[in-house]
């Protein structure tokens, strides 16, 4: 068998890609992940670090409430490596009447999947926050949202990934996605190195966009969960 | 695009050394110890060793102790030390205390 097969190849290592490949080997399924700068390089080790419920894309909002519950809270533990991970809640603030409908249609779809979240406006917002500006009208309270350390978060992931047997590397760039039989399987790299899989896992993030895609049409176009989705979706693909 | 490097590669076994609690990174109080161990857990750039343990993340910006992490990730490695790239420099270079960011006034 080459040694460059495995059941799933996953392109990016950011927290998303790190994640993929723990959790597929934790089924026991082989992986080998392609990156081409180091782990954690894009988005992954530039946000905030919010592990938050509220405010996102519809279609997230059912997958962060179970990551949430179920995965952020024992994930130290898990990966041996403390991610930092602190359910302090989150206050989101607006000073206008456009801020106040945002924060509305904020709660009203969060309801809608049994989150908490409450409108706060003048006093009540300084109960939370002594320090937040008296700019500030009205806010929504989602005491359940956390935040976490990314950076650690995504070398976690990798770490325990890599200790399970999943194989990582890095300085690859991937430069064509190739087809056999049909099916998206193989993933060529600048290097010219030919990378093959039974399935194949996009974990881009923000890097999606350069990457050429033979046939747009041979994929089923996905959004990673790892990001915020945007209306007009990026160029994203993936046949897992 | 950084140098192609198989993370699965042998480097060999961790092994204790009697200067393992010498302190590295005095800012973070970071070993030796610990500097080697991360790299054997597959922290194999300083940018990385950097985010995993902090060292160089300290009040001298990695001034003092970027120079030994690098030669120690270099040599666990096996590699020569210019292999490995330099950690991003972030102004302010040297730490400015707040009050000096507080007296900033607002011109138009």
Known sequence: MNVNTADVIIVG????????AYYLRKKGLSCIL??????????????????????????????????????????????GVNVEYHQSGYLVCGYDDAHLAGIKNRIKVA???????????????KEICPHVSDHVTCAGWTPSDATANPLTATLGFYKRA????????????VSKIGKN??????????RGTVYEGDKLSSRLGTAAEPLSIPSASTFRYIKGWSTSLSPKPPRRFCNV | MSEYQDRSADIGKFIVQPDDDLIICRCEEITKGEIRQAVHLGMWTMTEVKRFLRPCMGLCQG???????KNIIARELGINPSKLVE???RPPVRPIEMHIFGNEVETK
């Open chain 1, 13 to 20: 290592a950011g927290i998303a890609g790190c994640s993929t």
């Open chain 1, 34 to 79: 392609l990156e081409e700068e180091m782990i954690g390089h894009g988005g992954s080790s530039r946000n905030g670090g919010y592990a938050r419920q509220s405010g996102r894309d519809e279609r997230e909002i059912g997958l962060a409430i179970f990551a949430t519950q179920h995965i952020w809270p024992n994930l130290s533990e898990e990966l």
């Open chain 1, 111 to 125: 309801e809608k999947y049994g989150l908490e979240m409450q409108l706060k406006v003048g006093d009540e917002i």
């Open chain 1, 162 to 173: 890599r200790e399970l047997g999943a194989r990582f590397i890095t300085g690859e760039k």
């Open chain 1, 181 to 190: 039989k049909g099916r998206a399987r193989q993933v060529v790299t600048s």
């Open chain 2, 63 to 69: 001034q003092t102790c970027s120079k030994h992490v």
């Open chain 2, 87 to 89: 950690l991003s420099v």
